[in-house]
Protein backbone atom coordinates (compact mmCIF):
# COMPACT_ATOMS: atom_id res chain seq x y z
CA UNK A 1 0.00 0.00 0.00
CA UNK A 2 1.45 3.72 -0.95
CA UNK A 3 -0.01 5.40 2.37
CA UNK A 4 -2.35 4.68 5.17
CA UNK A 5 -3.99 7.25 6.79
CA UNK A 6 -4.56 7.99 10.51
CA UNK A 7 -7.21 10.66 11.71
CA UNK A 8 -10.23 11.72 13.00
CA UNK A 9 -13.63 9.87 11.01
CA UNK A 10 -15.71 12.95 11.18
CA UNK A 11 -18.44 13.87 9.29
CA UNK A 12 -18.62 17.27 7.49
CA UNK A 13 -21.89 19.51 7.77
CA UNK A 14 -21.44 22.24 5.40
CA UNK A 15 -23.59 25.47 5.90
CA UNK A 16 -23.60 29.28 4.73
CA UNK A 17 -23.17 32.16 7.60
CA UNK A 18 -23.03 35.51 7.00
CA UNK A 19 -20.21 36.81 9.46
CA UNK A 20 -22.39 38.49 12.30
CA UNK A 21 -23.15 34.44 13.14
CA UNK A 22 -19.70 33.91 14.05
CA UNK A 23 -19.36 37.23 16.32
CA UNK A 24 -23.17 36.15 17.94
CA UNK A 25 -21.49 32.59 18.85
CA UNK A 26 -17.82 34.13 19.95
CA UNK A 27 -16.29 32.27 17.14
CA UNK A 28 -13.21 33.19 15.52
CA UNK A 29 -12.91 33.50 11.52
CA UNK A 30 -10.58 30.88 9.88
CA UNK A 31 -10.52 28.83 13.03
CA UNK A 32 -11.28 25.38 14.40
CA UNK A 33 -13.44 25.14 17.72
CA UNK A 34 -13.55 21.85 19.75
CA UNK A 35 -17.30 21.75 21.16
CA UNK A 36 -17.71 19.35 23.80
CA UNK A 37 -21.05 19.38 24.63
CA UNK A 38 -23.32 17.25 22.24
CA UNK A 39 -26.37 19.44 23.56
CA UNK A 40 -24.34 22.59 22.45
CA UNK A 41 -23.90 21.75 19.14
CA UNK A 42 -27.24 20.36 18.61
CA UNK A 43 -28.32 23.93 19.30
CA UNK A 44 -25.83 25.39 17.33
CA UNK A 45 -26.87 23.05 14.33
CA UNK A 46 -30.49 23.70 14.69
CA UNK A 47 -30.30 27.54 13.77
CA UNK A 48 -28.51 26.49 9.99
CA UNK A 49 -29.58 25.28 6.53
CA UNK A 50 -27.81 22.53 5.47
CA UNK A 51 -26.01 22.87 2.25
CA UNK A 52 -24.40 19.65 2.13
CA UNK A 53 -22.72 16.37 4.05
CA UNK A 54 -20.10 14.56 3.64
CA UNK A 55 -17.36 12.10 5.10
CA UNK A 56 -14.66 14.10 5.98
CA UNK A 57 -12.04 14.52 8.73
CA UNK A 58 -8.74 16.44 6.76
CA UNK A 59 -6.60 13.47 6.77
CA UNK A 60 -9.42 11.29 5.36
CA UNK A 61 -10.00 13.94 2.55
CA UNK A 62 -6.28 13.96 1.77
CA UNK A 63 -6.44 9.97 1.86
CA UNK A 64 -9.39 10.01 -0.95
CA UNK A 65 -7.73 12.44 -2.87
CA UNK A 66 -4.61 10.13 -3.65
CA UNK A 67 -6.90 7.03 -4.07
CA UNK A 68 -8.46 9.61 -7.19
CA UNK A 69 -5.55 10.27 -8.10
CA UNK A 70 -4.85 6.63 -8.58
CA UNK A 71 -2.76 5.37 -5.42
CA UNK A 72 -3.27 2.26 -3.21
CA UNK A 73 -4.28 3.85 0.15
CA UNK A 74 -6.57 3.19 3.39
CA UNK A 75 -7.66 4.57 6.20
CA UNK A 76 -8.03 4.24 9.97
CA UNK A 77 -10.22 6.26 12.02
CA UNK A 78 -13.00 5.30 14.58
CA UNK A 79 -16.66 5.56 13.93
CA UNK A 80 -19.89 4.32 15.77
CA UNK A 81 -21.95 1.75 14.36
CA UNK A 82 -24.84 4.37 13.82
CA UNK A 83 -26.29 5.86 10.88
CA UNK A 84 -23.42 8.14 10.00
CA UNK A 85 -20.81 5.75 11.13
CA UNK A 86 -22.33 3.78 8.30
CA UNK A 87 -22.56 6.81 5.78
CA UNK A 88 -18.79 7.45 6.64
CA UNK A 89 -18.03 3.80 6.06
CA UNK A 90 -19.73 3.99 2.57
CA UNK A 91 -18.38 7.41 1.56
CA UNK A 92 -14.81 5.85 2.04
CA UNK A 93 -15.36 2.40 0.04
CA UNK A 94 -16.85 4.48 -3.15
CA UNK A 95 -13.91 6.14 -2.89
CA UNK A 96 -11.86 2.71 -3.10
CA UNK A 97 -9.96 3.72 0.68
CA UNK A 98 -9.09 0.39 2.22
CA UNK A 99 -10.99 1.00 5.82
CA UNK A 100 -8.75 -0.73 8.92
CA UNK A 101 -11.42 -0.38 11.20
CA UNK A 102 -14.48 -2.42 12.62
CA UNK A 103 -17.23 -0.21 13.88
CA UNK A 104 -19.27 -1.18 16.92
CA UNK A 105 -22.04 0.36 19.50
CA UNK A 106 -19.62 3.05 21.63
CA UNK A 107 -20.96 5.61 24.13
CA UNK A 108 -20.44 8.36 21.56
CA UNK A 109 -21.89 9.13 18.54
CA UNK A 110 -19.92 9.38 15.21
CA UNK A 111 -18.37 13.11 15.19
CA UNK A 112 -19.21 15.45 13.32
CA UNK A 113 -18.04 18.88 11.92
CA UNK A 114 -19.60 21.82 11.46
CA UNK A 115 -18.26 23.63 8.47
CA UNK A 116 -19.14 27.51 8.34
CA UNK A 117 -18.63 28.98 5.31
CA UNK A 118 -19.02 32.95 5.11
CA UNK A 119 -19.16 35.02 1.97
CA UNK A 120 -15.46 35.61 1.80
CA UNK A 121 -15.32 31.62 1.16
CA UNK A 122 -12.87 31.48 4.44
CA UNK A 123 -14.42 28.22 6.80
CA UNK A 124 -14.89 28.43 10.88
CA UNK A 125 -15.68 25.42 11.77
CA UNK A 126 -16.94 23.92 15.57
CA UNK A 127 -16.05 19.94 15.96
CA UNK A 128 -17.89 17.96 17.95
CA UNK A 129 -15.73 14.64 18.32
CA UNK A 130 -17.80 11.88 19.32
CA UNK A 131 -16.61 8.64 19.39
CA UNK A 132 -13.47 10.11 16.65
CA UNK A 133 -12.11 11.81 19.42
CA UNK A 134 -11.50 7.92 21.99
CA UNK A 135 -9.26 6.30 19.48
CA UNK A 136 -6.81 3.86 21.19
CA UNK A 137 -3.85 2.46 20.47
CA UNK A 138 -5.90 -1.11 20.16
CA UNK A 139 -7.71 0.81 16.55
CA UNK A 140 -4.17 1.06 15.00
CA UNK A 141 -3.20 -1.59 12.58
CA UNK A 142 0.36 -2.29 13.20
CA UNK A 143 0.02 -4.65 10.34
CA UNK A 144 -1.42 -2.12 7.84
CA UNK A 145 1.23 0.58 9.19
CA UNK A 146 4.40 -1.60 8.52
CA UNK A 147 2.65 -2.50 4.82
CA UNK A 148 2.73 1.22 4.08
CA UNK A 149 5.52 3.15 2.91
CA UNK A 150 4.27 6.08 4.23
CA UNK A 151 1.65 6.77 7.19
CA UNK A 152 -0.09 10.36 7.39
CA UNK A 153 -1.45 11.58 10.57
CA UNK A 154 -2.69 15.04 11.33
CA UNK A 155 -2.67 17.39 14.32
CA UNK A 156 -6.24 17.34 14.70
CA UNK A 157 -6.03 13.80 16.29
CA UNK A 158 -3.22 14.47 18.76
CA UNK A 159 -4.25 14.65 22.30
CA UNK A 160 -2.69 13.20 25.73
CA UNK A 161 -4.04 10.11 26.61
CA UNK A 162 -5.59 7.46 24.51
CA UNK A 163 -4.89 8.95 20.80
CA UNK A 164 -1.59 10.21 22.02
CA UNK A 165 -0.79 6.20 22.66
CA UNK A 166 -2.60 5.28 18.98
CA UNK A 167 -0.30 7.85 17.78
CA UNK A 168 2.45 6.88 19.19
CA UNK A 169 2.20 3.47 18.24
CA UNK A 170 1.62 4.56 14.71
CA UNK A 171 4.75 6.52 14.89
CA UNK A 172 6.91 3.31 16.32
CA UNK A 173 5.81 0.93 13.58
CA UNK A 174 5.93 3.19 10.41
CA UNK A 175 8.26 3.52 7.54
CA UNK A 176 7.94 6.81 6.77
CA UNK A 177 5.70 9.70 8.51
CA UNK A 178 4.06 12.71 7.16
CA UNK A 179 1.78 14.97 9.69
CA UNK A 180 -0.25 18.05 8.95
CA UNK A 181 0.11 20.66 11.88
CA UNK A 182 -3.69 20.92 10.74
CA UNK A 183 -4.64 24.40 12.96
CA UNK A 184 -3.05 27.19 15.02
CA UNK A 185 -5.29 26.08 17.73
CA UNK A 186 -3.36 22.71 17.65
CA UNK A 187 -0.26 24.36 17.56
CA UNK A 188 -0.86 26.78 20.01
CA UNK A 189 -2.21 23.38 22.32
CA UNK A 190 0.61 21.17 21.91
CA UNK A 191 3.72 23.27 20.73
CA UNK A 192 6.23 21.39 22.56
CA UNK A 193 5.41 18.28 21.37
CA UNK A 194 4.25 19.23 18.12
CA UNK A 195 8.46 20.67 17.92
CA UNK A 196 9.92 17.79 18.72
CA UNK A 197 7.80 15.61 16.44
CA UNK A 198 9.13 18.26 13.13
CA UNK A 199 12.57 18.15 14.90
CA UNK A 200 12.81 13.96 14.94
CA UNK A 201 9.62 12.12 14.02
CA UNK A 202 8.83 13.37 11.32
CA UNK A 203 9.43 12.93 7.59
CA UNK A 204 7.46 15.53 5.97
CA UNK A 205 5.76 18.07 7.84
CA UNK A 206 2.63 19.92 6.22
CA UNK A 207 1.71 23.60 7.84
CA UNK A 208 0.94 27.04 6.82
CA UNK A 209 2.59 30.25 7.50
CA UNK A 210 0.75 30.99 10.26
CA UNK A 211 0.95 27.94 11.57
CA UNK A 212 4.79 27.02 11.05
CA UNK A 213 6.05 30.72 12.41
CA UNK A 214 3.98 30.10 15.39
CA UNK A 215 5.49 27.16 15.92
CA UNK A 216 8.89 27.72 16.37
CA UNK A 217 8.46 31.61 17.54
CA UNK A 218 9.82 33.13 14.60
CA UNK A 219 9.60 36.79 13.14
CA UNK A 220 9.76 36.55 9.99
CA UNK A 221 9.44 33.83 6.89
CA UNK A 222 13.29 33.73 6.02
CA UNK A 223 13.67 32.25 9.90
CA UNK A 224 11.27 29.72 9.21
CA UNK A 225 13.39 28.60 6.47
CA UNK A 226 16.63 28.64 7.96
CA UNK A 227 14.90 26.13 10.35
CA UNK A 228 13.49 24.15 8.00
CA UNK A 229 16.89 23.97 6.51
CA UNK A 230 18.68 22.94 9.45
CA UNK A 231 16.08 19.37 9.98
CA UNK A 232 17.42 17.92 6.29
CA UNK A 233 13.64 16.93 6.35
CA UNK A 234 11.14 17.89 4.18
CA UNK A 235 8.57 20.50 5.37
CA UNK A 236 5.92 21.83 3.15
CA UNK A 237 4.59 24.79 3.70
CA UNK A 238 1.40 26.90 1.95
CA UNK A 239 1.41 31.15 2.14
CA UNK A 240 -1.82 31.58 0.53
CA UNK A 241 -1.71 34.28 -2.01
CA UNK A 242 2.17 33.92 -1.81
CA UNK A 243 2.10 30.18 -3.22
CA UNK A 244 3.39 27.24 -1.22
CA UNK A 245 7.27 26.67 -0.72
CA UNK A 246 8.75 23.05 -0.22
CA UNK A 247 12.50 22.46 1.74
CA UNK A 248 14.30 19.82 2.01
CA UNK A 249 17.68 19.87 3.36
CA UNK A 250 19.24 22.97 1.00
CA UNK A 251 16.93 22.20 -1.85
CA UNK A 252 14.38 25.20 -1.78
CA UNK A 253 11.43 25.39 -4.36
CA UNK A 254 8.26 27.62 -4.61
CA UNK A 255 4.68 27.33 -6.59
CA UNK A 256 2.61 30.32 -7.25
CA UNK A 257 -0.92 30.46 -6.95
CA UNK A 258 -3.23 29.51 -9.82
CA UNK A 259 -4.91 32.80 -10.86
CA UNK A 260 -7.87 33.58 -12.57
CA UNK A 261 -9.61 30.89 -10.14
CA UNK A 262 -13.38 31.06 -8.85
CA UNK A 263 -13.02 30.86 -5.41
CA UNK A 264 -16.17 29.10 -3.76
CA UNK A 265 -15.37 27.43 -0.53
CA UNK A 266 -11.63 27.11 1.17
CA UNK A 267 -12.69 23.92 2.58
CA UNK A 268 -9.98 21.43 2.25
CA UNK A 269 -7.37 23.23 0.34
CA UNK A 270 -4.68 22.08 2.90
CA UNK A 271 -6.27 18.52 2.65
CA UNK A 272 -5.96 18.26 -1.66
CA UNK A 273 -2.23 20.12 -1.02
CA UNK A 274 -1.27 17.25 1.02
CA UNK A 275 -2.54 14.54 -1.24
CA UNK A 276 -1.13 16.05 -4.36
CA UNK A 277 2.51 16.39 -3.12
CA UNK A 278 2.22 13.25 -1.25
CA UNK A 279 1.30 11.62 -4.87
CA UNK A 280 4.08 13.62 -6.44
CA UNK A 281 6.47 12.07 -3.72
CA UNK A 282 5.46 8.34 -3.80
CA UNK A 283 5.71 8.49 -7.91
CA UNK A 284 9.12 9.67 -7.56
CA UNK A 285 8.61 12.91 -8.70
CA UNK A 286 10.60 16.23 -7.94
CA UNK A 287 10.47 18.42 -5.08
CA UNK A 288 9.24 21.28 -7.96
CA UNK A 289 6.90 18.66 -9.45
CA UNK A 290 5.64 17.19 -6.49
CA UNK A 291 4.37 20.91 -5.07
CA UNK A 292 3.04 21.59 -8.28
CA UNK A 293 0.86 18.95 -8.09
CA UNK A 294 -0.49 19.87 -4.62
CA UNK A 295 -1.14 23.46 -6.14
CA UNK A 296 -3.11 21.53 -8.50
CA UNK A 297 -4.80 19.66 -6.24
CA UNK A 298 -5.65 22.85 -3.80
CA UNK A 299 -6.60 25.37 -7.09
CA UNK A 300 -9.59 22.31 -8.05
CA UNK A 301 -11.33 21.72 -4.51
CA UNK A 302 -11.50 25.75 -3.59
CA UNK A 303 -13.91 26.20 -6.76
CA UNK A 304 -16.22 24.17 -5.19
CA UNK A 305 -18.66 23.60 -2.30
CA UNK A 306 -16.92 20.89 0.38
CA UNK A 307 -13.44 18.92 0.77
CA UNK A 308 -13.63 16.64 -1.84
CA UNK A 309 -13.00 16.56 -5.53
Given amino acids: MNILGIGNAIVDVICKVEDNF ?24 SNLKIEK ?31 LGSKYEDGLKQENVKY ?4 KKEELPTGTCLILVTPDSERTMCTFLGTAGKINENDVSSDAIKHSEIILLEGYLWD ?8 DKAIQSANKVA ?16 LELVKNKLDITFANEQEIMSLIDAKSFDEVINFSKSLGKIIVLTRGEKGAVAINGDGVVECGIKQDLKIVDLTGAGDLFAAGFLHGHVNN ?12 MSSKVIQQIGARL
Fill in 22 to 45: LSENSLTKSTMKLIFDEGEFKNLL
Fill in 100 to 103: FYSK
Fill in 53 to 83: TVSGGSVANSIVGLSQLGNEVGFIGKVCDDE
Fill in 179 to 194: MSLSDQFCVDRHKAHF
Fill in 160 to 167: EGEPKKAF
Fill in 285 to 296: MSLKESLDKGTE
